[in-house]
């Protein structure tokens, strides 16, 4: 009966994880209307079991869905009806655009939020743990709340949980105590066994069986004319060492004749660069969909530069990153009609960067005099333009020093 709800095209690798949302909460919806029918303690401890699975599914589906193609109503169309954020917090859920909107809608599982890592803004401490984690903690008390009453049927539901649960947590401590056991077995090794001529062979990649047999008869076939023994050669000098075939040595006459020959390659001249236009984007190419998959390419950078670092230490990273596909909007200018420009940057010069807007316009903001910002795990970051006037290979690999942050 849940699958007649789905159309066959609804069918295919694209949407079998909105198929998979969609078939849970048809099943969720059910089971919670046949526990609330069933009544007694059975309903009660259910009800709010399945309340909580609700709750973690809708929170789950909405962090999930940013930064993808799921439009807003599609969103909501995923949240099962019921829980404690039902229908109010739903609502909210379904307009949420960042993790802090999450954070202020969920009242119930704000203690969740507050104490976790990352993008949630939760403190660094000993009890900081992953989203995931307080919900699977959270899941295991309701479910052991379940053992203290008697007459129903909720335990045998909580026991079949908690031995996911328990299977969960064996196969981690499996995996975290493999890794200690190897990583001590090489450690304790002594450098003679890793370096050992059996640890080399186990290291070496495989060789086909023709390989071996064709690979020293070629060799004693090419040195029987001028070597009686070739074989006692082979063995003695050749057999398991790298042999340099394609790459004979060159006689001193023949280095000298390839040094003379070899000439200096001509670059292009910055004016012979503006002639030939070859960093002119065409008119035709002004198209903001088309730079879209440079900023994702660029967000996966700077979100991999960030790492672990505070904003602080962030900020000084700022000053040698690229930022090609970042979009930048222009905080502060001289210039008034500058101000209020967003765009995705295409080009960057020594003196000005190349937005894309979304209304498909090329907008040349120069760096002198105005200061851009841009959005990063919910924090804004602020460039002044007037630090920032170097070409970006030149900035890669500048020595900065400390600055007092100066006006337009």
Not at 151 to 158: G, Q, V
Not at 183 to 212: G, H
Not at 275 to 280: A, G, H, S
Not at 293 to 306: F, K, S
């Amino acid at each position: 009966p849940y699958f007649q709800k789905l159309s066959v095209n609804d069918i295919d690798e694209l949407n079998i994880e909105i198929i998979r949302n969609t078939l849970y909460k048809a099943y969720l919806e059910d089971f919670y209307d046949y526990c609330k029918r069933s009544g007694g303690v059975t309903g009660e401890l259910m009800c709010e079991i399945l309340e909580f699975e609700a709750d973690r599914r809708t929170i789950n589906i909405t962090i999930n869905s940013f930064d993808t193609e799921l439009s807003r109503d599609d969103r909501a169309k995923l949240f099962p009806s019921l829980g404690k954020l039902y229908p109010d917090g739903h609502a909210k859920l379904a307009r949420a655009d960042n993790s802090e909107h999450v954070k202020a809608i969920v009242e119930e599982y704000r203690p969740f939020f507050d104490t976790t890592l990352n993008s949630f803004g939760g403190t660094a401490t000993n009890e900081a743990k992953s989203l995931d984690d307080h919900f699977f903690e959270h899941e295991v008390h309701l479910n052991k709340l379940t053992f203290q009453q008697q007459f129903h049927y909720a335990i045998f539901y909580s026991f079949l949980k908690l031995k996911e649960q328990e299977i969960r947590n064996i196969l981690w401590i499996a995996e975290y105590f493999n890794c200690i056991i190897m990583s001590n077995i090489y450690s304790q090794l002594p450098k003679y066994v890793i370096n050992s001529p059996e640890a080399k062979k186990e290291r070496q990649p495989p060789v086909s069986e023709t390989t071996k047999k064709f690979v020293p008869n070629f060799v004693m076939g090419a040195l029987e004319e001028t070597v009686e023994d070739s074989a006692k050669v082979y063995d003695s000098k050749l057999k398991d060492k790298v042999l340099l075939l394609d790459n004979p040595l060159r006689t001193s006459n023949e280095k000298k004749k390839r040094r003379r020959s070899k000439r200096k390659i001509k670059s292009m001249s910055a004016k012979e660069k503006r002639e030939t236009k070859i960093y002119e984007i065409p008119k035709e190419c002004h198209r903001y969909e088309l730079f879209t998959p440079l900023n994702e390419l660029w967000l996966q950078y700077i979100d991999e530069l960030y790492g672990t670092s505070s904003p602080t230490i962030f900020a000084q990273k700022l000053l040698k990153a690229d930022f090609h596909g970042a979009i930048l909007t222009v905080s502060r200018s001289r210039c008034a009609s500058y101000i209020g420009v967003t765009g995705i940057n295409i080009h960057e010069t020594e003196n000005v960067f190349k937005l894309i807007t979304k209304d498909n316009v090329l907008k040349v903001i120069p760096k002198g005099h105005s200061v851009f910002t841009f959005l990063l795990r919910d924090h804004m970051f602020t460039l002044y333009g007037n630090q920032f006037r170097f070409r970006s290979a030149v900035r890669a690999a500048k020595k900065f020093k400390n600055k007092p942050t100066i006006d337009l």
